[in-house]
């Protein structure tokens, strides 16, 4: 039986950025990742704020980085913002290579791809080839669990994204974060643009929606008629991405008493309010890693998920007013005012390190019009 210091199983955005950060660390440390795919990280590109980094990260987190912009951008009907806020994406191309180089070149750790994971216990991990490897730490990985949906109620951002090369510029300078001037087809819609050269760019059409449902072909087909409405002409689709993450009013997460530790969607450590990981995964990974495999079990990482599951708590009633009290049709003219807000509400929202005083600047106010409760009454309580 093979042992290690920590012992990962799926490899993808958490198991990356715990990688990285135990390495830089605790560079003697011994880390299996087990992940079933061919490569880690499958197919995403993930962004996030500069105001989602704690400051001890930044440094190894560098190499991840595979765009840059200096700010972004938010359409709405008679409402354009520019933000100067640094905004930074991932490639799963780039968390493979930064991430396995890291495993690789260190002698006592071990990347096993294409490998199926049957078991995830306190001590170790057993693979489907029979294969049992032991750990100091236990880490669960592997993304939502099956019956993840099962334990919470909840409404979705779902969305389908085609990279394309442009035949001509696009113009873009920065990201657009939501361009909500498009038919409100399916709950809130919005596209979301990221340039990632004068003529590459990633077009997502996205939905804030009650039903996870998701017809990708349709989507794909609608991104098609967004880019030629702005009057590009695609040369070449490079790629495309699809996604369905939950929005939680009600999430039930099992607190860290004991290992295996439960970590990235597997443990609820995501943003119920935008769907995304990436700020809270990063902060797990800090914790971990700041730690001897032998001491993170007890009262510290308790408190850690406390003040995880309270920060959480705002979003998620943000979310029970969005999905039970507004219908549909009537969400959108929520988040023109959210996007009215000030920049550093905004930034403590996405980093979810909500203050006092931002929350009560997202509530106070008339509420925006179109709060009904025929619908709240149309959706009893489960
Ligand atoms: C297309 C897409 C784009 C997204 N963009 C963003 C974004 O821009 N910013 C953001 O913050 N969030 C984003 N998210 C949300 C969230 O950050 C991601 O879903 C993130 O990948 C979750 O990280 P994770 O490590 O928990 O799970 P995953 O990244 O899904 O990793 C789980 C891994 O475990 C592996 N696995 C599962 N079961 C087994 C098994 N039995 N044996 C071995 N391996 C197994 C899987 O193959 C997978 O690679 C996006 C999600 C999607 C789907």
């Known amino acids: 039986?093979?042992?290690?210091?920590?012992?990962?199983?799926?490899?993808?955005?958490?198991?990356?950025?715990?990688?990285?950060?135990?390495?830089?660390?605790?560079?003697s440390a011994t880390i299996a990742v087990v992940e079933r795919g061919p490569t880690l990280g499958g197919n995403h590109t993930w962004c996030f704020h500069d105001g989602d980094v704690p400051d001890g990260c930044r440094d190894w987190l560098d190499p991840l980085v595979t765009w840059r912009w200096s700010?972004?951008?938010?359409?709405?009907?008679?409402?354009?913002?520019?933000?100067?806020?640094?905004?930074?994406?991932?490639?799963?191309?780039r968390l493979h290579s930064v991430v396995s180089a890291a495993l690789l070149e260190h002698p006592g750790s071990a990347?096993?791809?294409?490998?199926?994971?049957?078991?995830?216990?306190?001590?170790?991990?057993?693979?489907?080839?029979?294969?049992e490897l032991r750990g100091k730490v236990v880490i669960d990985a592997r993304g939502a669990a099956p019956d993840a949906a099962d334990e919470?109620?909840?409404?979705?951002?779902?969305?389908?994204?085609?990279?394309?090369?442009?035949?001509?510029?696009?113009?873009?300078?920065?990201?657009?974060?939501?361009?909500?001037?498009?038919?409100q087809t399916e709950g809130f819609r919005f596209f979301y643009l990221l340039p990632f050269t004068d003529r590459t760019l990633l077009v997502e059409?996205?939905?804030?929606?009650?039903?996870?449902?998701?017809?990708?072909?349709?989507?794909?087909?609608?991104?098609?008629?967004y880019i030629e409405g702005r009057g590009w002409s695609i040369e070449r689709e490079v790629r495309r991405e699809a996604g369905v993450l939950p929005m939680p009013w009600r999430h039930r997460m099992a607190?860290?008493?004991?290992?295996?530790?439960?970590?990235?969607?597997?443990?609820?450590?995501?943003?119920?309010?935008?769907?995304?990981?990436?700020?809270?995964?990063?902060?797990?990974?800090?914790?971990?890693?700041?730690?001897?495999?032998?001491?993170?079990?007890?009262?510290k990482l308790e408190a850690f998920a406390r003040a995880h599951r309270?920060?959480?708590?705002?979003?998620?009633?943000?979310?029970?007013?969005?999905?039970?009290?507004?219908p549909p049709a009537s969400r959108h003219p929520i988040f023109a005012r959210v996007y009215r807000l000030p920049q550093s509400v905004l930034r403590n929202f996405y980093a979810l390190r909500l203050t006092t005083s931002d929350r009560?600047?997202?509530?106070?106010?008339?509420?925006?019009?179109?709060?009904?409760?025929?619908h709240r009454l149309s959706h009893p309580k489960p």
């Open 1 to 27: 039986m093979l042992s290690f210091d920590y012992v990962v199983a799926g490899g993808g955005l958490q198991a990356g950025l715990l990688v990285l950060a135990i390495r830089a660390r605790q560079p």
């Open 71 to 93: 700010g972004y951008s938010t359409h709405f009907p008679g409402q354009t913002r520019t933000v100067d806020e640094p905004y930074a994406g991932v490639s799963s191309e």
């Open 111 to 131: 990347l096993l791809l294409s490998t199926e994971v049957r078991r995830v216990g306190a001590e170790g991990v057993g693979l489907v080839d029979g294969r």
């Open 152 to 183: 919470m109620r909840a409404g979705y951002q779902k969305f389908v994204g085609l990279e394309v090369t442009l035949a001509g510029a696009h113009g873009l300078d920065r990201p657009v974060l939501m361009d909500a001037n498009v038919d």
């Open 205 to 225: 059409d996205t939905r804030f929606h009650d039903s996870p449902a998701l017809d990708v072909p349709a989507l794909a087909d609608e991104v098609r008629g």
């Open 255 to 299: 607190p860290p008493s004991g290992p295996p530790l439960l970590a990235g969607y597997r443990g609820g450590w995501f943003h119920p309010g935008t769907g995304y990981s990436f700020p809270v995964a990063l902060r797990l990974a800090d914790f971990v890693s700041a730690r001897p495999p032998e001491g993170l079990f007890g009262s």
């Open 310 to 326: 309270s920060q959480s708590r705002f979003p998620r009633f943000l979310n029970r007013l969005l999905f039970r009290w507004y």
């Open 360 to 374: 009560v600047r997202l509530l106070v106010g008339r509420p925006p019009p179109g709060i009904s409760l025929k």
